[in-house]
């Protein structure tokens, strides 16, 4: 296995700054969601890690569900195609749902997913999403919490993957061209 240090070009979120946006938008969303319960759906694979923090940084019940979706498959570039890989456990109806992603690129997979949740009778549904790739957007999501916007480049770590490596990194960092040439 390479060194990983060799294959990224710099990092562009640390694990620190990771942990302190997740602190300030675990507060407002507790102030948010005061009086109401509150189901954390994650989004296999990528939001794995953002996830685990996110819900240790609630002071407040919680109940966690899971949903396995892919669209860019090995490459770099969304396929547009979005796969159900494993489904919700979970009956929404009544539920707010609050939809945790590690990264919003071209929007295509939650803008997908919203449409996918919006007949299954949730009381309310938004997007925590802790980055976002402004420049890259080919559609607008709705999305209230937002960690980091960052510029378009691939990144990796913190989740998320480039050919399914890399998640374990603890900072998010652009992945050197030559690794994906
Ligand atoms: C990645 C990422 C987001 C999505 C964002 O998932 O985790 O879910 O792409 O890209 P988009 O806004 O262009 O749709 P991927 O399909 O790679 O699956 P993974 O989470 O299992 O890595
Ligand atoms: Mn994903
Ligand atoms: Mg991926």
Known sequence: AADVQSEITKVLVTEEQIRAKLDDIAARVVADYEG??????GVLKGAVMV???FARSLPREITMDWMAVSSYGT???SSGVVQIRKDLDSDLTGKHVLIVEDIIDSGLTLSWLLENFASRGAASVEVFALLRKPDAAKVEVD????GFDISNEFVVG?????AEKYRNLRDVA????????
């Open 158 to 162: 913190y989740g998320l993957d480039y």
């Open 75 to 77: 490459g770099t570039k």
């Open 51 to 53: 996830m685990a923090d």
């Open 174 to 181: 652009v992945l050197a061209p030559h690794v994906y040439a």
């Open 143 to 146: 999305c209230r919490y937002i």
């Open 36 to 41: 109401r319960d509150l189901l954390l759906v």
